[in-house]
């Protein structure tokens, strides 16, 4: 900010008066709250946010042509790159709409195996959310903390994915691997471990003052606005909306489990926080119930081709996701390539808000509002 | 010309004048000046070391444990590390100013240790005004991160000086009303004096909210979480030295770890007795006392989040301050009936 002027511009500047202007403020591409590459311009009057434009597409992948170019089967990986923190709720998806179109048959051991495994993905997202979002607001401690817990998912579903960040476990019509006795005792343990551990949040963070003083009443989101721009997922049902594809329109067996959707009081980031800690309880539920009623049979309908070419028409396919609503649109010409394919990410639509909600608050609510969202980038720009 | 002195004793004066300040004072200033710079690096470098390990075992890992018997080495090795890194200048940044800012910042204090009593006699200087010259060299800082800010060209730096010249404004007028109250009871601004006077009982007895004020407003003083706004990561990438590389952004490292060392040491002297204790020399005492607070001071840093900027400011101006001020009235009360 050292600026160079002439004493007569100075002179100038001082007979006037000192004026005060506003100033445009970069935040990312490449900054530590952004958890990304997503560029915020801010446009600020002292530490105040006039306005604030988000700028994406850093990390623009062509993920929709991509899918457009190749094969359902040879498409499938790129869904795990889409998100890759809830990477196997967006296999699981992804394979229920092609299995949709195409009319494939899933047996109901599948079924359950995706469902324990997206919950396990669901409730490591949110591990990893609570993790870095209490290290946007400054706290290191707790990260480390949260990081053992999704270790421990990370270790069950290593053990029958092969892989612990982009699994691609799912296949057309089934699972790419059975599970075994260790896997469910493996789940058993840690659906008791991480109550246990939930309670130590609880202790640690919900009741911290400064926490609180940070979070309330910053970033109010009402019920009408979140409607009016898209939100979904837990931003939308922290505003008091009762809102859950699980549970609105159930896709794979997600109809035979009790659980209820936890809602948020005023829509502002310590609701969101509130109903994230309370989905981890939720779907800890489903896990539990999913593994008490594991039916025995095949793990995947070995009658599915390998080239799969579905009938012509089009499908419209939603699934819940960690961060909220997904939806698939996929056309078929009856070739074994889709003739269009599009995404409507929750990422993308929640960062929608993103201007109309910071405007006027300081730039350290900026961040913690911002972080409240869950923003994948990867996830925005597809 | 003038003609050469005709005073018989002009040489002999010369002499004692000249052994004043050649002789004894001398040696023991700059001896004392050498030991100060000594003890500021191993201080920081052993700061450096309880800090990542204490953080590590909260954390509930083993921290460094590469270079030398459980990683004790590391603190050196990152030295080094920095010894050799690149100096840069970021284009557009005052070279002059964002030259002499880490001196600036770095510099008062080493002044700021000369008046710390390690011990009874272990004291550079033993003046009447040691409070007043902690207290005012710390206030250079400021000086030197608004140097800082305002030379990187960065406008995230200059938002975190700006922040950190308020915070320091802001905090330290309740230091200050807090030590006061320990300065009417001991009639003293030496910092021996003060110790003396705590023969019997702490002050921290006498004086449970000051000491709880100063505490308080010293950690933000510093510039540590829960009050590290002029650095805040998340926000401000790092504040002030954001655009520091190599030696110069040490030397803002080795400062915050020796300011931290001085305000324990001065919540040592003021509330703890400083170098008084049984058994064990003065100095042991000392160094115990205040690698306490230190400690304090750095669990309190890995527990808990950051507060935000307009939180602070309201927390020092609207409760801390008040309360300091009454604390200070309330002793001169009990001071005017009791003595």
């Given at each position: 900010?050292?600026?160079?002027i002439?004493?007569?511009?100075?002179?100038?500047?001082?007979?006037?008066?000192?004026?005060?202007?506003?100033?445009?403020l970069?935040?990312?591409?490449?900054?530590?709250?952004?958890?990304?590459?997503?560029?915020?311009?801010?446009?600020?009057?002292g530490?105040?946010?006039?306005?604030?434009?988000?700028?994406?597409?850093?990390?623009?992948r062509?993920?929709?042509?991509?899918?457009?170019?190749?094969?359902?089967?040879?498409?499938?990986?790129?869904?795990?790159?889409?998100?890759?923190?809830?990477?196997?709720?967006?296999?699981?998806?992804?394979?229920?709409?092609?299995?949709?179109?195409?009319?494939?048959?899933?047996?109901?051991?599948?079924?359950?195996?995706?469902?324990?495994?997206?919950?396990?993905?669901?409730?490591?997202?949110?591990?990893?959310?609570?993790?870095?979002y209490?290290?946007?607001?400054?706290?290191?401690?707790?990260?480390?903390?949260?990081?053992?817990?999704?270790?421990?998912?990370?270790?069950?579903?290593?053990?029958?994915?092969?892989?612990?960040?982009?699994y691609s476990?799912?296949?057309?019509?089934?699972?790419?691997?059975?599970?075994?006795?260790?896997?469910?005792?493996?789940?058993?343990?840690?659906?008791?471990?991480?109550?246990?551990?939930?309670?130590?949040?609880?202790r640690?963070?919900?009741?911290?003052?400064?926490?609180?003083?940070?979070?309330?009443?910053?970033?109010?989101?009402?019920?009408?606005?979140?409607?009016?721009?898209?939100?979904?997922?837990?931003?939308?049902?922290?505003?008091?909306?009762?809102?859950?594809?699980?549970?609105?329109?159930?896709?794979?067996?997600?109809?035979?489990?009790?659980?209820?959707i936890?809602?948020?009081?005023?829509?502002?980031?310590?609701?969101?926080?509130?109903?994230?800690?309370?989905?981890?309880?939720?779907?800890?539920?489903?896990?539990?119930q999913?593994?008490?009623?594991m039916?025995?049979?095949?793990?995947?309908?070995?009658?599915?081709?390998?080239?799969?070419?579905?009938?012509?028409?089009?499908?419209?396919?939603?699934?819940?996701?960690?961060?909220?609503e997904?939806?698939?649109?996929?056309?078929?010409?009856?070739?074994?390539?889709?003739?269009?394919?599009?995404?409507?990410?929750?990422?993308?639509?929640?960062?929608?808000?993103?201007?109309?909600?910071?405007?006027?608050?300081?730039?350290?609510?900026?961040?913690?509002?911002?972080?409240?969202?869950?923003?994948?980038?990867?996830?925005?720009?597809? | 010309?003038?003609?050469?002195?005709?005073?018989?004793?002009?040489?002999?004066?010369?002499?004692?004048?000249?052994?004043?300040?050649?002789?004894?004072?001398?040696?023991?200033?700059?001896?004392?000046?050498?030991?100060?710079?000594?003890?500021?690096?191993?201080?920081?470098?052993?700061?450096?070391?309880?800090?990542?390990?204490?953080?590590?075992?909260?954390?509930?890992?083993?921290?460094?444990?590469?270079?030398?018997?459980?990683?004790?080495?590391?603190?050196v090795?990152?030295?080094?590390k920095?010894?050799?890194?690149?100096?840069?200048?970021?284009?557009?940044?005052?070279?002059?100013?964002?030259?002499?800012?880490?001196?600036?910042?770095?510099?008062?204090?080493?002044?700021?240790?000369?008046?710390?009593?390690?011990?009874?006699?272990?004291?550079?200087?033993?003046?009447?005004?040691?409070?007043?010259?902690?207290?005012?060299?710390?206030?250079?800082?400021?000086?030197?991160?608004?140097?800082?800010?305002?030379?990187?060209?960065?406008?995230?730096?200059?938002?975190?000086?700006?922040?950190?010249?308020?915070?320091?404004?802001?905090?330290?007028?309740?230091?200050?009303?807090?030590?006061?109250?320990?300065?009417?009871?001991?009639?003293?601004?030496?910092?021996?004096?003060?110790?003396?006077?705590?023969?019997?009982?702490?002050?921290?007895i006498?004086?449970?909210?000051?000491?709880?004020?100063?505490?308080?407003?010293?950690t933000?003083?510093?510039?540590?979480?829960?009050?590290?706004?002029?650095?805040?990561?998340?926000?401000?990438?790092?504040?002030f030295?954001?655009?520091?590389?190599?030696?110069?952004?040490a030397?803002?490292?080795?400062?915050?770890y020796?300011?931290?060392?001085?305000?324990?040491?001065?919540?040592?002297?003021?509330?703890?007795?400083?170098?008084?204790?049984?058994?064990?020399?003065?100095?042991?005492?000392?160094?115990?006392?205040?690698?306490?607070?230190?400690?304090?001071?750095?669990?309190?840093r890995?527990?808990?989040?950051?507060?935000?900027?307009?939180?602070?400011?309201?927390?020092?101006?609207?409760?801390?301050?008040?309360?300091?001020?009454?604390?200070?009235?309330?002793?001169?009360?009990?001071?005017?009936?009791?003595?």
């Open positions: 900010m050292t600026i160079n002439t004493s007569q511009e100075l002179e100038r500047r001082i007979s006037g008066g000192l004026t005060e202007q506003t100033f445009w970069n935040m990312g591409p490449q900054h530590p709250a952004t958890h990304g590459v997503l560029r915020v311009l801010l446009h600020l009057d530490e105040r946010v006039v306005e604030a434009e988000p700028v994406i597409g850093y990390i623009h062509g993920h929709e042509r991509m899918g457009e170019t190749r094969p359902y089967a040879q498409f499938y990986p790129n869904t795990s790159r889409m998100d890759y923190i809830g990477a196997m709720t967006y296999n699981h998806g992804y394979c229920a709409a092609v299995e949709k179109m195409a009319s494939i048959e899933v047996p109901a051991r599948a079924e359950y195996i995706r469902v324990i495994s997206s919950e396990l993905n669901r409730i490591g997202s949110h591990l990893l959310w609570l993790g870095a209490l290290m946007d607001l400054g706290a290191f401690t707790p990260f480390l903390y949260i990081w053992d817990d999704r270790e421990a998912i990370n270790d069950i579903l290593n053990k029958v994915t092969g892989s612990r960040l982009t476990y799912n296949r057309f019509g089934g699972v790419h691997m059975d599970v075994d006795d260790e896997f469910m005792a493996g789940c058993r343990a840690f659906i008791k471990r991480m109550r246990k551990r939930l309670k130590t949040y609880d640690l963070i919900t009741g911290n003052i400064i926490f609180q003083k940070r979070a309330k009443d910053v970033g109010l989101i009402s019920p009408e606005q979140a409607r009016q721009f898209g939100l979904s997922g837990p931003c939308l049902r922290a505003s008091g909306v009762e809102y859950d594809i699980r549970k609105k329109e159930p896709y794979s067996v997600y109809s035979e489990f009790d659980f209820d936890p809602v948020g009081r005023q829509g502002d980031t310590y609701d969101r926080y509130l109903v994230r800690i309370a989905e981890m309880e939720q779907s800890l539920r489903i896990i539990e999913a593994l008490g009623k039916p025995d049979g095949a793990y995947i309908n070995d009658k599915v081709p390998r080239d799969l070419a579905p009938d012509p028409g089009e499908i419209y396919f939603t699934f819940e996701s960690p961060r909220g997904v939806g698939i649109f996929i056309v078929s010409d009856g070739t074994r390539i889709p003739y269009r394919m599009h995404w409507k990410t929750p990422s993308y639509t929640n960062l929608s808000i993103l201007a109309e909600t910071v405007r006027g608050v300081l730039v350290a609510d900026v961040v913690a509002i911002m972080g409240s969202f869950d923003l994948v980038i990867p996830e925005i720009d597809r | 010309m003038s003609p050469p002195p005709t005073d018989p004793n002009f040489f002999v004066n010369f002499w004692n004048q000249a052994s004043y300040y050649i002789g004894p004072e001398l040696w023991v200033s700059l001896v004392g000046l050498l030991a100060i710079i000594g003890f500021v690096t191993i201080n920081a470098l052993a700061l450096i070391y309880g800090e990542l390990k204490i953080a590590g075992h909260i954390q509930r890992r083993p921290a460094m444990m590469e270079v030398g018997w459980h990683g004790f080495l590391q603190p090795m990152d030295a080094v920095l010894l050799v890194k690149e100096l840069t200048t970021p284009t557009g940044a005052n070279r002059f100013l964002f030259i002499i800012a880490p001196g600036v910042v770095f510099l008062p204090v080493l002044v700021a240790f000369i008046v710390i009593p390690f011990s009874e006699t272990l004291v550079v200087r033993d003046i009447n005004l040691g409070l007043l010259l902690i207290f005012s060299f710390s206030a250079l800082n400021v000086v030197g991160i608004l140097i800082a800010g305002w030379a990187s060209h960065n406008k995230y730096s200059l938002i975190g000086a700006m922040r950190s010249v308020s915070q320091n404004v802001a905090y330290e007028i309740p230091i200050l009303l807090s030590a006061m109250a320990v300065v009417m009871m001991t009639n003293s601004l030496n910092l021996n004096e003060i110790i003396r006077a705590q023969d019997k009982v702490w002050f921290i006498y004086q449970p909210l000051a000491a709880i004020i100063f505490l308080i407003a010293s933000a003083e510093t510039n540590r979480t829960p009050f590290d706004i002029p650095e805040a990561d998340g926000e401000l990438v790092a504040g030295h954001t655009e520091f590389s190599g030696m110069r952004f030397l803002f490292f080795l400062a915050e020796s300011n931290m060392f001085i305000v324990a040491a001065l919540f040592a002297v003021l509330f703890l007795g400083g170098w008084r204790g049984p058994v064990l020399p003065g100095l042991i005492w000392f160094l115990l006392k205040v690698y306490l607070v230190v400690f304090v001071v750095i669990v309190a890995w527990t808990f989040p950051r507060t935000r900027f307009d939180q602070l400011m309201t927390f020092s101006w609207k409760i801390l301050i008040p309360f300091a001020l009454f604390n200070l009235v309330f002793t001169g009360l009990i001071i005017k009936l009791v003595g």
